[in-house]
């Protein structure tokens, strides 16, 4: 068995992540595709879901001070914290697509990252031993 399966899984789905974007930006799918910016936001809550479970919980930083269900309560924070961070940095470095429509992007971005995370935190719980 891998010794930090939750790290190992969350740097292969930012791989992927990587790949699927560069691919998206070279053959312009976020303008094609409607879809394709939440596909990338839930890939990007997913992979920050087991990595944050691998911060939390895996590497001992707050496995004996919080039970399992505060560590993944607390990194779904996490999760959601940083989605609200990237966007920030989309709006002022002007990496949004429409100003008419950007709360609705944002709200689309955030709910995509919510979803990814809700499902690492869901697949991961199963492979984690309470303290």
Do not use: C
């Amino acid at each position: 068995m891998r010794k930090y399966p939750l790290l190992y899984t969350a740097f292969g789905l930012v791989v992927l992540l990587v790949v699927v974007h560069f691919i998206a930006a070279a053959f312009y799918f976020y303008w094609i595709f409607w879809w394709f910016d939440n596909l990338s936001h839930f890939l990007a809550g997913f992979s920050l879901g087991f990595f944050s479970l691998y911060i939390f919980y895996e590497s001992g930083l707050l496995r004996d001070k919080l039970s399992l269900p505060q560590i993944i309560f607390l990194s779904f924070i996490f999760v959601m914290l940083l989605g609200g961070v990237w966007e920030v940095f989309e709006y002022i470095n002007d990496l949004t697509q429409s100003t008419e429509e950007y709360s609705l992007d944002v709200i689309h971005d955030l709910l995509s990252d919510a979803l990814g995370a809700i499902l690492a935190l869901l697949v991961a719980k199963r492979f984690l031993k309470p303290v």
